[in-house]
Structures are given as structure tokens and as C-alpha cells.
């Protein structure tokens, strides 16, 4: 918008100057052709009187005056012999423009261009005594010089105009950076409002119609915000609510079991049994997610290798139990790297990847994790050795409570990698979902290094 305002700006000051400037240009053109015009055709004019007097002071008037009209101007002041007057200047060359002065008694003007001159104004003049044309004199005036004010007219109102559009350009980006301003702060807040910051604000200024539009946009944004707000509260307080009474549903449930002889009801308890393990790990899962979205705690740098380790020693006994290898490999970073991030945010990132990893690792399989740094950042990777997931798997994976369905039979409350998706944007990185080689899947989570990471 602000190229479009600019170039509409310096469009109508440049049309301006065309309507004013150039007209003005032609105008001293002109006057300047029309006052060279004549003035030659005076001097020719006096020397054409001195010429038909006829006597022979006038001849040596005319002869003087004429060497020193061409030793003034460096022009060529030709004049045709008459039976009393020869003056000492040359003759003009016959052509049919003196024919046609002597014959007619008529002035003649050639400027040797018809588009607005040629190198040399010829004007000849005629003689008359008693009614009579006796002879004619010629002037051949060098526009050498008035090529040269021709050249300063326009050079001087060119100069002007590309000086003038310049200031207007100048002037043109303040002034649209001014007029634009409001609309980039309504674009800056809708930005910050798009990646989740819902207490992102426009300031109101600028004229009345945006004013009007920040006023209503912050008044819906701070709707939203106080709706969205209630729903987290909402539902990290029914969360909390509801993980005590299912933990007692739970051990009412084992003891039941523990006393029933009968097979049939202890199988139906241990579906219930079951179902209450899922509702908790969903409850869970919901409070994690609404801890996330509140924001509380501030990014700070985390030795990544110590966060890695501890929730890999802490994984390692549940993924024995099912024969499945967890290592640490492809790692090209030191001990002391750096990362930032909220305490906690990066264990249950790595918890819930590693649960679904081994989800859907077959027996017998390996869970690799890996980091590495690339510029200012630091990818870590978790890769399976699971069926994978299709495009249109991938595309919903970060969804809440899309499930898939794990190698074990068992399936998620489908939030992990929503709360995997939260907690790594919190804290300014990305999550992606990629085919491993060989088959498998890998969860890239790329992290910002912190600058104080060691060498």
C-alpha cells in the first residue's frame, strides 16, 4: 500500500509538472525564436534601407556597418550590387528564395528545420527605391547560441522536475508511512493475534475510520480473550475436579477385582478398570494442555544433554519390559549445550513423544534420539521403528483428540502431540512429523539455542 501511495503521489506531482512546466517551456522556446527572428531582421532590415539609398556615403555606411555586424556576431551578412552601390560584403548565391524577395519585395525568414531549427536562420531583406526593388540584403544568423539557451530552457526545468519529483517521493514516503501507520499496528496486532497472543492490542490512532476499527477490534479481542480465559480455567479446574474422584474410582475398582472369584465380572471390572485408566489419562492430559496455553513461566536456558538423559533413564525400564531399545545417537552437540525453554515444558515434551513412540514400536524395535545444531537453532529428533503415518495422518496429528492406533492395541486420550505442538510454540520452536528411513516415523522438534551455550 505504501508503494501504491508513493507512486500515486509522485504520478500527480509529474503530471502537474507537465501541465505547468512544459507549456511554460514551449512558451520561452518560442519568445526566444520569435526575439532572434527579429532582431536579425532588423539589423537586415536597416542595412537593406542604407543599400537602396543608393548614394555613396550609404554604400560605405552599409559596407561598415555590415564587416562590423560580422565581426560582432560571427555571422555572414551577404548583400546583392546595385548599379550605384557594390559594397565590399559577399554576394548571396541565387536561389529561388532571393528570386522570390526581388520579386515580390517580400521578406523572407528560413529557419533550415521544420522542427524548430536548423544550424544556420536565414533572413533576407529586400531593397526598394521609388516603389522598386533595387537589390536585397542577407543575413545568415549561426543558431549555435540559441541551441544553447534551448538546451538551458529545458535543461534547467528538467533538472527542476526530477528534483521536484524527488522531494515528492520523499515526502510522499512520509506521508504514507504516516497515513499507513495505523493500518501496521492493526496488521502487527492481528499477526501477534493469529500466533495465539490474544493480549496483543492496537493502539487507537490515526484518522476516524481507523480508530474506529482499532476500537473494535480490541473490544472483540478482548471478548475473545476473556471467553478463551474462562474455558482454560474452566477446564483445567474440571480436570483438577475430577482427577480424585476418578483415582478413587480406580481403587474402589482394584479392590473389587482383588475379592471377585467369579471370571466373568473380574473381566468386566478390569474393562472398567481400563476405561477409568483412559479417562485419567485424558483428565491428565487436559490439565497438561490448559497449564500450557496459560503461559505462566518464562523461557530460561536448559542444559539440553541432562534433560535428555534423565527422561531417557526414566523411559528405559517401561520400553525393556516390552524389548524395545531406546538410544541416544546422532547427537554432534556438547555437554553444555543451551537451549530455551520453560522448566518443565521440554520433559513432557520428551514424555509424550517417547509414550507414543513406544506405543507403536513393535517388539524387538529401537526409539533413537537425536540433536543437533544448525545455525541458531537446535534440532532434536525421536525416530520410531512403528507403521508411520499417511499424509492426511500427519496433516491431523497435532489435532486434539484425533487418536491413532498403537502397535500394543492400546490408543491415547489424542492430546499428546497437541500438548507436544503448545509447549514447543510457547516457547518459540516447532514440532513436524517426517517418514523415517527405512520405515517408522519422526517427530522434529526444533528448539531456539540459547546464546550462552558453551564451546
Known sequence: MNRQLIRSYILLVAVAILLFT???????????????????????????????????????????????????????????????????????????????????????????????????????????????????????????????????????????????????????????????????????????????????????????????????????????????????????????????????LRLSLDNIADGVDDEFVREDVEQATAEVVRMSRLVNGLLVLARAEAKVTAAEPLVLRDIVAERLAVWRPAADERGVTIALGGSTADGRLLVLASPGHLDQVLDNVLSNALEVSPDGGTITVS???????????????????????????????WRGQGLTGRSGSGLGLAVVKQLVTDDGGTVALADAPGGGLVVRISLRASPKSGG
Request: aromatic share 6%.
Open 22 to 248: 512544459v507549456p511554460v517551456a514551449f512558451t520561452l522556446t518560442k519568445q526566444l525564436r520569435d526575439d532572434t527572428e527579429l532582431s536579425v531582421e532588423r539589423e537586415a532590415t536597416t542595412m537593406a534601407l542604407l543599400l537602396a539609398s543608393g548614394d555613396e556615403a550609404s554604400c560605405r555606411a552599409l559596407t561598415k556597418m555590415a564587416q562590423a555586424y560580422a565581426d560582432e556576431t560571427h555571422d555572414e551578412v551577404q548583400v546583392t550590387a546595385t548599379d550605384s552601390c557594390t559594397p565590399g560584403v559577399p554576394a548571396p548565391e541565387r536561389d529561388a528564395r532571393l528570386a522570390g524577395v526581388l520579386r515580390t519585395g517580400e521578406p523572407n525568414t528560413d529557419w533550415g528545420s521544420d522542427f524548430i531549427w536548423g544550424r544556420n536562420l536565414v533572413i533576407t531583406v529586400p531593397a526598394e527605391a521609388d516603389g522598386k526593388v533595387v537589390g536585397a540584403v542577407r543575413i545568415v544568423y549561426s543558431t549555435s547560441g540559441l541551441t544553447h539557451r534551448l538546451w538551458t530552457i529545458w535543461g534547467f526545468r528538467a533538472g527542476l522536475a526530477v528534483a521536484v519529483l524527488g522531494v515528492a517521493a520523499l515526502i510522499g514516503t512520509v506521508v504514507s508511512r504516516r497515513i499507513t501507520a495505523p493500518l501496521r499496528e492493526l496488521n502487527a496486532m492481528a499477526s501477534k493475534f493469529s500466533d495465539g497472543d490474544l493480549t496483543a492490542r492496537s493502539p487507537v490512532t490515526g484518522p476516524p475510520e481507523t480508530q474506529t476499527l482499532a476500537r473494535t477490534l480490541n473490544q472483540g479481542a478482548e471478548r475473545l480473550d476473556t471467553l478463551v480465559a474462562s474455558q482454560r480455567i474452566f477446564v483445567a479446574d474440571a480436570s483438577h475436579q475430577l482427577r480424585t474422584p476418578l483415582t478413587a
Open 371 to 401: 540433536y543437533e545444531v544448525r545455525g541458531d537453532e537446535i534440532l532434536l529428533s525421536v525416530q520410531d521403528q512403528g507403521p508411520g503415518m499417511s499424509d492426511a495422518e500427519k496433516s491431523r496429528a497435532f489435532d486434539r483428540f
